[in-house]
């Protein structure tokens, strides 16, 4: 096994890089939490990584407001969601994720632009993201580009950015104006609590406001198909109503609602009956979330 590493320091330095130096089989590099696993489990030879922890570009380690909302850099930790207080306060979708993703000394380390990159059908992170409908600033060598998460994802662990492009940062849209009031959170089943891959899970972001009336939802499932989904029926279907006066019939058509964005496969940590199943009782848990 041969492994050369390059390590640019800004965004020409790393164009040139990807035209000159790199050769046809490399792997872009930050926190290393899924790239190294790889390597070490499978029998890679002339491998070059490209180590972006190098790049000194406003952003790229840093989360920021804006007038639309937040910006986080590619390579922003994991970790700096937990600590990050006006992402707690804005966004716990994204707090709860963060959270659940493997262990705090992982989280130390990997970063959001990894989470999204490594397109894992079971990616919290990403997941989370999703609900918010994030956007996605990329570099491609035809040029920078936005674009929205829900059409980041192209299959399983594959992205529009394709072999060369990179993600710089993450948009997260400011809550709507009138909202007073937040249903977010992330669900996670697994086979165990910690340093283990959802089996199924959901993340929801209601923004109500002060009598309760959800203005805004976003609706997001994950491991129960081969990208992470976007369940906008689902979503819709709460838009106008009450969050403390939804029927338990109206529970139930959510979930089908929910189930509808679902095509799971059974594999060695559950069957795709199971996935189902459990997706179908955690959109309960949403409201009673509302309630607390």
Not at 53 to 77: L, P
Not at 117 to 127: K, L, M, Q
């Amino acid at each position: 096994m041969a492994i050369q590493v390059l390590r640019p320091s800004n965004l020409p330095e790393l164009k040139k890089v990807l035209r000159t130096g790199a050769g046809k089989n490399f792997r872009f590099i930050a926190g290393g939490t899924d790239v190294l696993p790889q390597i070490a489990k499978d029998d890679i030879r002339d491998l070059t990584l490209i180590d972006i922890t190098g790049i000194n570009s406003a952003g790229f380690f840093a989360v920021k407001r804006y007038s639309g909302g937040y910006k986080a850099g590619a390579g922003v930790k994991v970790d700096d969601l937990i600590t990050n207080k006006e992402i707690g306060l804005h966004y716990p979708v994204l707090k709860e994720a963060a959270l659940s993703l493997a262990s705090n000394q992982i989280r130390q380390v990997a970063t959001i632009g990894g989470n999204l990159c490594t397109a894992s059908p079971s990616g919290d992170v990403a997941c989370a993201l999703m609900a918010l409908e994030a956007g996605c600033g990329i570099s491609l060598p035809a040029g920078k580009k936005q674009v929205s998460i829900l059409k980041f994802f192209t299959g399983v662990r594959k992205t529009v950015l394709g072999k060369t492009g990179l993600l710089l940062s993450v948009d997260i849209p400011q809550n709507h104006n009138k909202s007073r009031q937040l249903v977010s959170g992330f669900i996670k089943v697994g086979s165990r609590r910690s340093m283990e891959c959802s089996v199924v899970s959901l993340a929801f972001h209601l923004q109500c406001d002060a009598k309760g009336t959800i203005l805004r939802a976003g609706i997001a499932i994950g491991a129960v198909a081969p990208t992470i989904r976007f369940a906008r029926s689902a979503a819709m279907y709460l838009e106008g109503k009450n969050i403390h006066e939804i029927r338990e019939m109206e529970k139930l058509e959510f979930a089908e609602k929910v189930l509808g964005y679902a095509s799971p496969i059974s594999d060695l940590r559950a069957s795709d009956w199971y996935r189902k199943e459990v997706l179908r009782n955690i959109c309960f848990e949403l409201f009673d979330r509302a309630g607390k």
